[in-house]
């Protein structure tokens, strides 16, 4: 059964960095689209960080573009997102998404979101 699993999750203060690990069971991200989305109380999902590998260009969202970093490590099977400069607007379910349709722009991809496999999300919380 394909399953991705988020960690690293937690309450950090304001200003703080946390970096959030994605892993795969019976699922290579390698040559996926490969994302992070998030969903806060009362807030529409946001895509924040997309890779795809076919052109290999990231989007990020304005809200975390120069403060958050997607990467991958394909040995590993293990997506990261490294969160800097932590805000407490960035509280959200954080989870891991890929999607094989490498044919469409990372930006697309975190705009209308993917569904192909995707986490069951790790809770990061920040503190003002």
């Known amino acids: 059964e394909v399953e991705l699993v988020e960690s690293g999750g937690g309450l950090v203060q304001a200003g703080g960095s946390l970096r959030l690990s994605c892993t795969a069971s019976?699922?290579?991200?390698?040559?996926?689209?490969i994302g992070w989305f998030r969903q806060a109380p009362g807030k529409e999902r946001e895509g924040v960080a997309c890779f795809n590998p076919d052109d290999g260009r990231t989007y990020y969202s304005d809200s975390v573009k120069g403060r958050f970093t997607i990467s991958s490590d394909n040995a590993e099977n293990t997506v990261y997102l490294q969160m800097n400069s932590l805000k407490p607007e960035d509280t959200a379910l954080y989870y891991c998404?890929?999607?094989?349709?490498?044919?469409?722009?990372?930006?697309?991809?975190?705009?209308?979101?993917?569904?192909?496999?995707r986490g069951k999300g790790t809770l990061v919380t920040v503190s003002s």
């Open positions: 019976e699922f290579t991200f390698d040559g996926n689209v």
């Open positions: 998404a890929a999607d094989p349709g490498t044919g469409s722009a990372a930006s697309l991809h975190c705009r209308y979101g993917m569904d192909y496999v």
